[in-house]
């Protein structure tokens, strides 16, 4: 049993997976914050072109 715990411990297959898995999700994180903060402002630039490629002016 303390052979397996501590080749368990020693193991390090896993480690590069988990760690672009960490990064992965702090880019995540990090994107979700940058477009909620500047959510209103896309939306405005998207209407903006919208409706000069449509003709209409608001």
């Not at 997976?17 to 914050?33: D, F, P, Q, R, S």
């Not at 477009?35 to 002016?57: A, E, H, Q, V, Y």
């Amino acid at each position: 049993m303390l052979g397996l715990l501590t080749r368990l411990f020693k193991e390090e297959e896993g480690q590069g997976m988990v760690e672009y898995g960490l990064i992965l999700a702090l880019i995540a994180v990090v994107v979700v914050g940058i477009l909620t903060t500047m959510g209103d402002n896309l939306k405005g630039i998207f209407d903006t072109i919208s409706s000069k490629l449509s003709g209409t002016t608001s």
